[in-house]
């Protein structure tokens, strides 16, 4: 267990696709407690990777709140993803894509670990050494899932190729597919099959096509009409290369007002946090080391409000 502190980790954005987004009440709900109360669960970790508590982590570096991390131990990338998604899966509200998506990613990282301990499979491959698939109960991958899952082998191979599919629109089109897994753009099995095979330009077309019209049915016709051919594609990429100009950065206009205004929007939550704390805590059964602590706090904060308004009266009412 780590100490309580801002640590910087890293985020993966292939284990945070795989966690359901809070909704938008859910996260207030959280901010607000995080802000008033401190983070008080851990930030799993793996080689200094999030596994669970992306929300909080966000939430604790935008607010500069220290959190304590756990530390826990996979034996590979595929046994994380199926960690991960199998957490995913025990929540109630994610949505059909989510799931189907969580589902798909499990039986991948499934195969692939297979793969990993027993590559090389022929037809004189001693029985010892094949994959499971064809051991004594001679069940696929599939079909032990979709047993546990109460799906058909075919219904999870089919997941499968579903987020194979979304991971390539999540790598062209990363927003689109931010809005297939929440449910927002919903297309069918296929259609979502045949969307992740074009380029990002099309993808974009064609979202915004369906999108506006709100048809579905549009979409295939759609595709055909704005499906580039090997050759156009390679011509318009070789013409963006030499279109292509250094870019200056813009720096950020200065904001003399920036700090301030950070300040004044967060004393509010100390004043609010400080009412809760003295509307429901029983003083007079505090222990004398816990109200000398909150005293020197206070103290402190005392002294820094004075040295505040000294400066403003000597800038403002000058």
């Not at 994610?94 to 670990?113: L, V």
Request: charged share 30%; net charge neutral.
């Amino acid at each position: 267990m780590k100490e309580k502190k801002i640590h910087n980790l890293k985020i993966d954005e292939e284990y945070a696709r795989l966690v359901a987004p809070l909704s938008s009440p859910e996260y207030t709900e959280l901010e607000q407690e995080i802000v008033y109360n401190g983070c008080q669960t851990h930030i799993v970790i793996w080689n200094r990777v999030i596994i669970k508590g992306f929300s909080e982590y966000e939430i604790c570096h935008r607010w500069e709140i220290p959190f304590q991390v756990e530390e826990i131990f996979f034996n590979s990338r595929d046994e994380a993803i199926i960690a991960i998604a199998t957490e995913t899966l025990k929540h109630k509200n994610i949505t059909d894509e989510q799931y189907r998506y969580c589902i798909g990613k499990i039986y991948d990282a499934y195969k692939s670990s297979l793969e990993d301990i027993y590559p090389y499979q022929k037809q004189y491959t001693p029985d010892e050494q094949r994959r499971p698939r064809y051991g004594k109960n001679r069940q696929t991958i599939s079909q032990i899932l979709g047993t546990k899952l109460n799906l058909s082998n075919g219904t999870v191979s089919k997941y499968g190729i579903f987020s194979r599919a979304v991971d390539a629109i999540f790598s062209k089109a990363p927003a689109i597919g931010e809005e297939i897994l929440s449910g927002k753009f919903h297309i069918s099995h296929d259609n979502i099959v045949e969307l992740s095979k074009l380029s990002k330009e099309e993808i974009v077309v064609i979202h915004k096509h369906v999108t506006v019209n709100n048809n579905e049915r549009l979409l295939y016709p759609t595709i055909q009409r704005n499906r580039l051919s090997d050759k156009q594609r390679a011509k318009q990429e070789a013409q963006k290369k030499r279109n292509k100009e250094p870019v200056i950065k813009q720096m950020p206009v200065y904001d003399p007002d920036a700090e301030i205004s950070s300040l004044t929007l967060t004393i509010p939550m100390w004043i609010s946090s400080m009412n809760r704390t003295k509307s429901i805590t029983k003083f007079s059964e505090a222990t004398t080391q816990g109200l000398w602590k909150l005293e020197q706090q206070l103290n402190a904060l005392s002294d820094a409000i004075k040295e505040f308004k000294k400066i403003i009266e000597e800038e403002y009412h000058e």
